[in-house]
T-cell receptor, first 118, second 109 residues
Framework: GAVVSQHPSRVICKSGTSVKIECRSL??????MFWYRQFPKQSLMLMAT?????????EQGVEKDKFLINHASLTLSTLTVTSAHPEDSSFYIC??????????????FGPGTRLTVT | GQNIDQPTEMTATEGAIVQINCTYQ??????LFWYQQHAGEAPTFLSY????GLEEKGRFSSFLSRSKGYSYLLLKELQMKDSASYLC??????????FGPGTRLSVLP
């Protein structure tokens, strides 16, 4: 149990276009999902916290108008990178907390999405 | 705020033991996570320490000293597949994860 999927796993897009990444909790409900970004040889950096039915909370320095987050249901959150540029090329990982879990801290990570902007 | 420090890279030989250290300074603290991440993959959970002391889980053990703001991950009988990045993440209840910079471990034959 506690599986999180991401789609697509890899995407290549042209500069100026928008890309949508989906994060799904497959066998549990998640009120909270997290979006991370990871550049090569660096650690995961939290971008935003996505709460079902409400606006996402963005970390300092993350442009909310560029990285649009929608958490429309208890099993799906989407991250849209708008007007992507080469510097947005990165590994994007989502994670989710299980609503029913007794451990409020536990997170389950998706497999990640490799975005390349040309 | 938080300040987390880990060695950037470590190298060890197959079959050996390696200790990866993590020091942290946080405004609040409930416990500390260790994650393993292979290149191009998502992190996988290794351990979560709440109390001081050593917790052993097979080849991997994790130690915590809350008073010193210090933790380490001990890997025994190293295997080639242990080559990965190891991330520590001090956790404060109700707040989000902040991962340390990660330690890239290379296991050599």
């Amino acid at each position: 149990g506690a599986v999180v999927s991401q789609h697509p796993s890899r995407v290549i897009c042209k500069s100026g276009t928008s890309v949508k990444i989906e994060c799904r909790s497959l066998d549990f409900q998640a009120t909270t999902m997290f979006w991370y970004r990871q550049f090569p040889k660096q650690s995961l950096m939290l971008m935003a916290t996505s709460n079902e039915g409400s606006k996402a909370t963005y970390e300092q320095g993350v442009e909310k108008d560029k990285f649009l987050i929608n958490h429309a249901s208890l099993t799906l959150s989407t991250l849209t990178v708008t007007s992507a540029h080469p510097e947005d090329s990165s590994f994007y990982i989502c994670s989710a907390r299980d609503l029913a879990s007794g451990f409020s801290y536990e997170q389950y990570f998706g497999p990640g999405t490799r975005l390349t902007v040309t | 705020g938080q300040n987390i420090d880990q060695p950037t890279e470590m190298t060890a030989t197959e079959g050996a033991i390696v200790q990866i250290n993590c020091t942290y300074q946080t405004s609040g603290f409930n416990g500390l996570f260790w994650y393993q991440q292979h290149a191009g993959e998502a992190p996988t959970f290794l351990s979560y320490n709440v109390l001081d002391g050593l917790e052993e889980k097979g080849r991997f053990s994790s130690f915590l000293s809350r008073s010193k703001g210090y933790s380490y991950l001990l890997l025994k009988e190293l295997q080639m597949k242990d080559s990965a990045s190891y991330l520590c993440a001090p956790y404060n209840y109700g707040q989000n994860f902040v991962f340390g910079p990660g330690t890239r471990l290379s296991v050599l034959p």
